[in-house]
């Protein structure tokens, strides 16, 4: 399986909803990404997760909450959520270190916040 | 520093080839990326190759990196209207990451 799955594929959510974005991977990377990305730019960082555990924070806000319950899963819990947060957050994964280092990423999430 | 530039745009017919280009500043670059992004989708890794190889070749695809000049180059040969896309070159940098180009979206004319 070399997919890298995200659900939902699209999330309309008010400023006061709590929602979560999920990722799953069965590639046995151990290095988990989440990356925002506006329209016509390229994706930006957010979080990187190596070996379970949250390794990079980009400065993001704390309405963005990542958690990593597994190797497998990686879940983004957002709330009280701003309309400029509307984007498409992207999920990758990696194997980390070692040599290349590519990183595979999922279809993504589109979000909309009213 | 750790800028990646690429032009914005380029217009090309099905069945030219399409040269698109890409600099970077960091010069302790190991691996260039390129990656290609369909409307409302993710994005999908062409292909990569290591800093100390000139040139790599994968079917259509045409990598070629001038180190001195910090220089890479996509070319996609024989270019279908399923090409039309945004292509983003990367750069990795300390720490495992990718510093992406701001993506240069293709148009192939029929």
């Known amino acids: 399986d070399t997919e890298v799955t995200q659900t939902p594929k699209h999330l309309v959510m008010g400023m006061t909803n709590k929602k979560s974005l999920k990722c799953e991977q069965h590639?046995?990377?151990?290095?988990m990404y989440w990356y925002k990305q506006k329209a016509k730019k390229p994706p930006e960082l957010m979080f990187v997760?190596?070996?379970?555990?949250?390794?990079i924070n980009e400065s993001v806000p704390s309405r963005f909450s990542p958690e990593c319950p597994n190797s497998s899963l990686l879940n983004l819990h957002l709330h009280a959520l701003q309309p400029e947060d509307s984007a498409l957050y992207l999920c990758?994964?990696?194997?980390?270190?070692?040599?290349?280092?590519?990183?595979?990423f999922g279809p993504g999430t589109r979000l909309t916040v009213l | 520093g750790e800028d990646v530039e690429q032009s914005l745009f380029l217009s090309v017919r099905e069945g030219d080839s399409s040269v698109i280009n890409c600099t970077y500043t960091?010069?302790?670059?190991?691996?260039l990326y390129w990656y290609k992004q369909e409307p409302g989708a993710g994005l999908q890794l062409l292909t990569y190759?290591?800093?100390?190889?000139d040139m790599k070749q994968d079917q259509r695809l045409t990598v070629l990196l001038n180190k001195k000049d910090k220089h890479l180059s996509l070319r996609i040969a024989d270019t279908q209207t399923g090409d039309s896309a945004i292509y983003f070159c990367?750069?990795?940098?300390?720490?495992?990451?990718?510093?992406f180009g701001g993506g240069t979206r293709l148009m192939v004319k029929p």
């Open positions: 990758a994964s990696g194997t980390g270190t070692g040599v290349s280092n590519e990183q595979f």
């Open positions: 590639m046995g990377h151990r290095a």
């Open positions: 990367a750069e990795k940098v300390a720490g495992n990451m990718l510093t």
């Open positions: 190759i290591f800093s100390n190889m």
């Open positions: 997760y190596s070996y379970e555990k949250l390794s």
């Open positions: 960091d010069s302790s670059s190991t691996y």
